[in-house]
């Protein structure tokens, strides 16, 4: 009999044991199945995209984005940063502008890309307001926006559409440019270098020339003042117009005491020689004339204007003047229109690096030690002022504080007096 009860023990034991193994095995299957039905309902897709980038240099961008996909209805989320995979240098100006850039550099993100783009067109002097996008991607308008969020740094015009009308735009586009040669003639002034335009665009006003003993008034075509808004649809060249600048009247004063005194010395001469006849008298009158005109100018010479005075307000580039900049942001809607940039454009001291979506850069010069510390050509006060009265408000600023050597083309661009003695 308790043989029989220990079998039975044993029995249930093993029964036991099963039931508990068959149970852990379903839920193994069980969470086995979920995972393998979860993972097939998704999957990582990747697009591939182009987008042609167009300034002035023109840059043609391949980029991929890969997203985690649901296979039942397609929809992407969990979506990676757009990377930059390739790019090509379109034009001559992207390839003279970006031949020593690496676009991918430490970062191949999108908008990184986007920025580097923009920032170095800026830093070669191309001055835009938008810029130019044309992409078969459908969601970079959502994804820009997100990122200008952030930054305001870029507006962008954007056109959706297929890849291979992207690549006929670009072959068309660049092969059907027209473009003409604005040149400058400074009659006599320091050289200006021509611009190429692209056809009904419009130039863009240079830094006064400069000439000395004299003062600029104007570019003119056809002997007519020249207005800068004008599109150009032709090859030109604008001549500047100079008027003298008046001279120190030291000299005249010196003239005028040698004739009076030349005139004394005749009435002398002439008074000795009344007793002799017409003839005689006339010689004794020239020949007095003459001696006392050599006596004067041996007595009193002409005295030349000092160097001070004539380069007075003049800043000589032979004294290795070392100099630095400054970028100071303003921000305003609408407020800071062409006229007035333009008249920005006008001070000593100053140059406008462009208007962008509302943002106006203004980099000032300033020379911070040596005997033209003083120097009264910058007027970055005078520009403050007039930007404020817009209704415009300082936003940031940046400072170079690494002294370079000041030259020609510097005193050109922030119209400086400039010369070498």
């Not at 050599?294 to 800043?315: A, L, R, S, V």
Request: proline content about 2%.
């Amino acid at each position: 009999m308790k043989s029989l009860i220990k079998d039975k023990k044993f029995i249930i034991c093993i029964a036991s044991a099963l039931i508990i193994l068959l149970i852990i095995g379903s839920i193994l299957l069980f969470n086995r199945g979920s995972k393998v039905n979860d993972t097939s309902k998704t999957k990582d897709i990747t697009n591939n995209y182009v987008a042609y980038i167009k300034i002035n240099p023109s840059i043609k961008l391949e980029y991929t984005q890969t997203c985690k996909q649901v296979e039942k209805d397609n929809d992407d989320f969990n979506c990676e940063e757009p990377k930059v995979t390739n790019y090509e240098l379109v034009n001559d100006d992207a390839k003279n502008i970006y031949k020593d850039i690496d676009l991918l550099g430490s970062s191949k993100d999108l908008f990184k890309v986007l920025n580097l783009i923009c920032e170095t067109a800026k830093d070669n002097g191309i001055v835009f307001e938008k810029v130019d996008i044309y992409t078969d991607w459908n969601k970079i308008e959502n994804y820009i926006d997100e990122k200008n969020e952030v930054s305001e740094t870029i507006n962008f015009n954007i056109e959706i559409t297929n890849k291979d009308d992207v690549n006929k735009k670009i072959e068309t586009e660049e092969n059907n440019i027209v473009t003409y040669n604005v040149s400058f003639d400074t009659n006599g002034g320091n050289i200006i270098e021509s611009q190429v335009i692209k056809k009904d665009d419009k130039a863009t006003k240079p830094s006064n020339p400069t000439k000395t003993g004299y003062k600029f008034i104007e570019w003119q075509l056809d002997n007519k003042s020249f207005d800068f808004d004008t599109k150009i649809n032709k090859d030109i060249t604008l001549k500047a117009k100079w008027e003298k600048e008046e001279k120190n009247n030291s000299t005249n004063n010196n003239t005028s005491n040698n004739n009076n005194t030349s005139n004394n010395n005749n009435s002398s001469n002439n008074n000795n020689s009344s007793n002799n006849n017409n003839t005689s008298n006339n010689n004794a009158n020239n020949t007095g004339n003459n001696q006392s005109s050599e006596e004067n100018n041996t007595q009193q010479p002409i005295t030349p204007p000092k160097e001070e005075d004539t380069h007075k307000g003049i800043i000589n580039l032979n004294d290795n003047v070392m100099y630095i900049t400054g970028d100071i942001m303003y921000k305003c809607d609408n407020c800071i229109s062409d006229s007035v940039i333009q008249q920005i454009n006008s001070y000593k001291g100053i140059t406008n690096l462009g208007l962008d979506s509302g943002y106006a850069w203004i980099r000032s010069i300033n020379i911070p030690e040596g005997k033209y510390s003083d120097y009264d050509g910058v007027n970055i006060g005078v520009v403050e002022n007039l930007l404020i009265q817009c209704g415009a408000e300082m936003g940031g600023a940046n400072s170079d504080w690494e002294p370079k050597l000041l030259t020609e083309q510097v005193c050109n661009e922030y119209k400086l007096s400039c010369d070498r003695w």
